[in-house]
């Protein structure tokens, strides 16, 4: 049974850090995409930044570049999202997700087949 789990949310001051982590299980991250979204309250669901399979390329979106830096540790079957100087802006519940078919370049559209349950950031002082 493929899963992901994500983890590392809670409540961070404007300009803090704060590192996310998603765990598979089921399957090897290599030969996926995968990517970061987050859902702020009343807005949709957007992608934030995502990893291609091994190998291959990353992506932000222009609110968050130059401030998250997403990193896969294949050996821990993990992809983490390095999230810096966050803004208020940046709350909301983030998720992960998988999909083998864009491992060779993945996307910031909500096309993936797998998701986790997402945790949530909330950036207030």
């Known amino acids: 049974q493929l899963q992901l789990v994500e983890s590392g949310g809670g409540l961070v001051q404007p300009g803090g850090s704060r590192r996310l982590s998603c765990v598979a299980s089921?399957?090897?991250?290599?030969?996926?995409?995968i990517g970061w979204f987050r859902q702020a309250p009343g807005k949709e669901r957007e992608g934030v930044s995502c990893i291609s399979g091994s190998g291959g390329g990353t992506y932000y979106a222009d609110s968050v570049k130059g401030r998250f830096i997403i990193s896969r540790d294949s050996a821990k079957n993990t992809v983490y999202l390095q999230m810096n100087s966050l803004k208020p802006e940046d709350t909301g519940v983030y998720s992960c997700a998988a999909d083998s078919l864009l491992a060779r370049r993945c996307v910031l559209a909500r096309v993936y087949d797998y998701w986790g349950q997402g945790t949530q950031v909330t950036v207030s002082s």
């Open positions: 089921g399957f090897s991250l290599d030969a996926y995409a």
